[in-house]
Nanobody, 119 residues
Framework: QVQLVESGGGLVQAGGSLRLSCAAS????????MGWFRQAPGKERESVAR????????TYADSVKGRFTISRDNVKNTVSLQMNMLKPEDTAVYYC????????????WGQGTQVTVSS
């Protein structure tokens, strides 16, 4: 099974950018659909973006379309989330997650990385 470790969170001013990375190990990375999720205090976890196994298809939450870009590198076994034009409402713990194609649930999760956007 795959293990996931996120990095790249931090504190940034509104309008700024951050790039999150997630390194995978222990499995065949290209077998997994990968996604980024976030959870803000007092709110439910929500899906932010996902990318298919090849990297050729992506999906975004409406709240981040045009600002965030998900990408993956199946050689380096990484998935990234480039976040631009950040807003205070983007403040959350961000998690990367993976699921095998055909599975409905994400079974593999990283530990999360904090993103804080100040106004």
């Amino acid at each position: 099974q795959v293990q996931l470790v996120e990095s790249g969170g931090g504190l940034v001013q509104a309008g700024g950018s951050l790039r999150l990375s997630c390194a995978a190990s222990g499995g065949t990375f290209s077998d997994y659909v990968m996604g980024w999720f976030r959870q803000a205090p007092g709110k439910e976890r929500e899906s932010v973006a996902r990318v298919n196994r090849s990297g050729g298809a992506t999906t975004y939450a409406d709240s981040v379309k045009g600002r965030f870009t998900i990408s993956r590198d199946n050689v380096k076994n990484t998935v990234s989330l480039q976040m631009n034009m950040l807003k205070p409402e983007d403040t959350a713990v961000y998690y990367c997650a993976g699921r095998k194609a055909g599975d409905s649930l994400y079974n593999y999760w990283g530990q999360g990385t904090q993103v804080t956007v100040s106004s």
